[in-house]
């Protein structure tokens, strides 16, 4: 029968969920690395053992650690626990992330737009995201804050950056949001190796068709009234894009408000917010078998990051937006208010489909009917930061 | 011989339990103890001082015989006692509440 695995980014550690196909008794473990603010854990889709997980910390830094055996043992790629000391130059690289430079300078490849309009050099701060290839179980990509993406080819070892995505020219009209300026989406196309999207919080949603090369804005159709020119090219706060791997270029967003699709690939996007309570939020996905059925949850708004009216509900909608309905069977319909952070909803891909999400109150909960009815997994967790689920055979 | 103390997420991450001791070549500095624990421990290498410009993390303090020694030089000499090993080298992430 097969299996499910949650992996659980929060506050203060990670844990993994596991149950049978079921999804009805669950085994929680965790914490691991209690205490850290562990950003996001994803599985490699090549090898389900190998977990790879970012850990950070205001204290320590960063840290990227991995798994080979699914969750059992963990160590920091290059450096295994209980190596011997060796002479020469530390070998931990695996938390070394640093931006590339201009060729023809050696100074920073560009700058950005700061709080007070200035612009301000690079500086990194943490991995917000890590994305395994879909065949190789040794490269994988991380989103990082301040917003670049870096790709690995030796399982987490060593960080290079993608440095057209920075350099195509925009970047000087990049600006922080409130949680920082982060790349934290990132979706590989599983139908075209070379085809890589990515979403910058707020600079917008951006493309690259030639393994990362070069990079260009897809944000044609994005309406911001917090920005001076609402239509700009770029400064867009995308909060999180979806796909569904079986039909590559068909994207759902969630961008700070409105919900938003497009169907060719990011060229153009309409709104699809609908008869939505409020279309400010985090958190899009889409079901595993029904390319046109999504799931949001609404936040009340930019000032009051919680859900709409003390109601935990997710709003789901099998016509790929539009018209939507809400989803409350065994979720609190009064006093309730957490948020559900931008990774922390995700889909396993059994017959049945099931719909996962955490919240900042520490529940994480599982919907094995496509969100038909919702039970707890665990209510007492620390703020949920990401959610993620494997689908074991 | 040199002790070094470290916050608990770093003994953690390094696999140890209490005091690290350290053989280190003279001079005795900032930056040859710390070289010397991120030879020995590479899984630290980054987690107290930047990459690249070894800069000291800012939520970091190195204290050593009651005084605060993070804004001293990363050559200058450390206290006797902490080259003879009568006293350790400290590691101490600054207090935040909340």
């Given at each position: 029968m097969s299996t499910v695995r949650v992996l659980v980014g929060t506050r203060k550690g990670a844990f993994l969920l596991t149950s049978d196909g079921k999804r009805e008794n669950w085994q929680v473990d965790g914490?691991?690395?209690?205490?850290?603010?562990?950003?996001?854990?994803?599985?490699?889709?090549?090898?389900?053992?190998?977990?790879?997980?970012?850990?950070?910390?205001?204290?320590?830094?960063?840290?990227?650690?991995?798994?080979?055996?699914g969750g059992k043992t963990w160590n920091q790629p290059g450096t295994p626990p209980g190596a011997p000391p060796e002479p020469g130059p530390p070998k931990a690289a695996s938390n070394k992330f640093v931006y590339d430079t201009s060729a023809e300078t050696g100074k920073p490849l560009t700058t950005h737009q700061f709080y007070d309009g200035t612009q301000h050099p690079w500086e990194f701060k943490r991995v917000w995201h890590l994305e395994p290839s879909l065949t190789?179980?040794?490269t994988l990509y991380a989103g990082v804050e301040d917003a670049a993406i870096f790709r690995s080819t030796d399982g987490g070892e060593n960080w290079h950056e993608l440095s057209g995505l920075r350099g195509h020219g925009t970047g000087p009209k990049w600006q922080p949001g409130a949680g920082g300026m982060c790349l934290h989406t990132i979706i590989l196309d599983p139908s075209n190796p070379q085809r890589i999207w990515i979403a910058i919080s707020a600079a917008g949603a951006f493309r690259t068709d030639d393994g990362g090369k070069s990079w260009k804005p897809i944000n044609r159709g994005l309406r911001s009234q917090y920005i001076p020119d609402p239509n700009a090219e770029v400064g867009h706060c995308v909060h999180h894009i979806a796909m569904n791997p079986k039909r590559p270029g068909v994207l759902f967003m969630q961008k700070h408000w409105d919900v938003m699709r497009s169907d060719d690939a990011g060229d153009n996007w309409k709104e699809v917010s609908?008869?939505?309570?409020?279309?400010?939020?985090?958190?899009?996905?889409?079901?595993?078998?029904?390319?046109?059925?999504?799931?949001?949850?609404?936040?009340?708004?930019?000032?009051?990051?919680?859900v709409h009216e003390g109601k935990l509900r997710v709003y789901r909608s099998k016509s790929g937006g539009n018209e939507w309905e809400a989803l409350?069977?065994?979720?609190?319909?009064?006093?309730?208010?957490?948020?559900?952070?931008?990774?922390?909803?995700?889909?396993?891909?059994?017959?049945?489909?099931?719909?996962?999400?955490?919240?900042?109150?520490?529940?994480?909960?599982?919907?094995?009917?496509?969100?038909?009815?919702?039970?707890?997994?665990?209510?007492?967790?620390?703020?949920?930061?990401?959610?993620?689920?494997?689908?074991l055979a | 011989m040199i002790r070094v103390v470290l916050p608990y997420h770093l003994r953690t991450l390094a696999h140890v339990d209490g005091e690290v001791t350290l053989d280190v070549a003279a001079p005795i500095t900032q930056r040859s103890v710390l070289?010397?624990?991120?030879?020995?421990?590479?899984?630290?290498?980054?987690?107290?001082?930047?990459?690249?410009?070894?800069?000291?993390?800012?939520?970091?303090?190195?204290?050593?015989?009651?005084?605060?020694?993070?804004?001293?030089?990363?050559?200058?000499?450390?206290?006797?006692?902490?080259?003879?090993?009568?006293?350790?080298f400290v590691v101490i992430g600054a207090i935040a509440g909340g």
């Open positions: 914490p691991h690395f209690s205490g850290w603010e562990m950003y996001h854990l994803k599985a490699s889709p090549a090898d389900p053992n190998r977990i790879y997980a970012s850990q950070t910390s205001g204290w320590f830094g960063q840290i990227i650690q991995r798994s080979d055996d190789d179980p040794n609908g008869n939505l309570p409020t279309d400010f939020g985090f958190v899009i996905d889409v079901h595993a078998h029904e390319p046109e059925t999504i799931y949001v949850v609404p936040i009340k708004s930019d000032g009051e990051h919680f409350t069977k065994g979720l609190p319909q009064k006093d309730c208010y957490v948020n559900v952070l931008r990774d922390a909803m995700a889909v396993d891909s059994l017959d049945k489909c099931g719909i996962y999400f955490g919240t900042t109150g520490g529940q994480v909960y599982c919907s094995p009917d496509a969100g038909d009815s919702w039970n707890p997994i665990v209510r007492d967790l620390p703020a949920v930061l990401s959610v993620e689920v494997q689908t | 070289d010397a624990l991120e030879g020995r421990y590479p899984m630290l290498r980054g987690a107290i001082r930047d990459h690249v410009t070894l800069q000291r993390r800012a939520f970091l303090r190195f204290f050593a015989c009651e005084e605060d020694l993070s804004h001293e030089s990363p050559d200058a000499p450390l206290p006797d006692a902490v080259v003879s090993g009568k006293e350790p």
